[in-house]
């Protein structure tokens, strides 16, 4: 079977790709098992009637989501309708959008890509204290970071707390060259990364000057209650017991916390017990602390990255992560 798919005006190949024509195109056929040739406003498809009608649903869904993103697509954005066919949950699309989150009007609006996603926003929405667990490239921190700034510019908080425990790969800081604000920064940097996609740098760094926004390493909270505050703990993996303690007891009144970690990630040596495990155990019990646990199939960062983690993952002895 033959068929050919007309754009809606403004919406071009090249464009619906984001610019990567040659490998949608192939992205599509390995998935839809058809044969394509694409222009400038067109797509032929042949193959047989139920790949090439699933095909042309998938086109038409991406036309729509054209015109919802505000007619802007990226890499992810295709590959995230991808992934919704695949796993033929194409009818998740529409919920999804439900729960867009707006940042900066200079930035594009962040919204969830997976069920569990969808799950991790409205558990953030809801609920005061929140963990988010699972492998890297979920979206975790970056969902959270996200709804943090829209609290932040809708008025419901008046400060955003940025903070992680400044411990990986078994360095010490006190190894490290320079002074210590130069020493923790390397620790940060992926926090201010994820803060430049929701605002401008000019926003960004008017609101840390002003001390609104604060980015800390762990150790810097101790000993404070923080008011109104929308507060993020990440590589929540590397704390130890007491600091987790410590963490959750400096939230006060009107505020919202996330934690987010991957268990299978703790740089802690073998005689420290981690914080994040010991929450898992000792905190489901309470109802109004939510707990969203991500798998690869969850995972939003690159297409490649699900099956890099699920190669690791086999290629480990069981008990070892």
């Known amino acids: 079977m033959e068929s050919r798919y007309y754009f809606d005006k403004g919406l071009s190949w090249h464009t619906a790709c984001a610019g990567d024509e040659v490998r949608g195109l192939r992205m599509l056929e390995k998935q839809f098992g058809v044969r394509l040739v694409a222009r400038e406003n067109w797509v032929q498809i042949e193959g047989d009637e139920e790949a090439v009608g699933r095909m042309e649903s998938f086109l038409a869904e991406l036309a729509g989501f054209y015109q919802l993103r505000g007619k802007q697509l990226d890499a992810r954005d295709f590959e995230f309708l991808c992934r919704s066919f695949r796993d033929r949950r194409e009818g998740d699309i529409r919920e999804l959008l439900k729960e867009r989150i707006d940042v900066s009007p200079k930035k594009r609006e962040v919204m969830p890509r997976s069920r569990r996603q969808l799950e991790y926003v409205r558990a953030i929405r809801s609920r005061d204290v929140v963990f988010g667990i699972g492998p890297a490239g979920t979206g975790k921190t970056y969902l959270a970071m996200a709804l943090a700034v829209s609290e932040f510019l809708k008025g419901n908080v008046t400060r955003i707390v940025l903070t992680r425990p400044a411990r990986e790969s078994g360095e010490n800081l006190g190894f490290l060259p320079g002074s210590l604000e130069e020493k923790i920064m390397p620790y940060l940097r992926p926090l201010y990364d994820a803060l430049y996609d929701m605002m401008s740098f000019d926003e960004v760094s008017g609101l840390i000057e002003r001390g609104v926004i604060e980015v800390a390493p762990l150790a810097f909270m101790r000993g404070r209650t ?53 929450a898992i155990d000792t905190l489901q019990r309470v109802p109004e602390i939510g707990f969203v646990f991500f798998d690869t199939g969850d995972v939003v960062r690159h297409a490649l990255l699900e099956k890099i983690i699920l190669a690791y993952n086999a290629g480990e002895p069981e008990g070892s992560r």
């Open 226 to 278: 923080l008011n109104n505050a929308f507060i993020i703990l990440d590589e929540a993996q590397n704390t130890t017991v007491d600091q987790m303690l410590m963490f959750l007891t400096r939230m006060g009144v009107g505020s919202r916390c996330v934690i987010t970690g991957d268990p299978s990630q703790s740089d802690l040596t073998g005689r420290e017990r981690s914080g994040l495990r010991h």
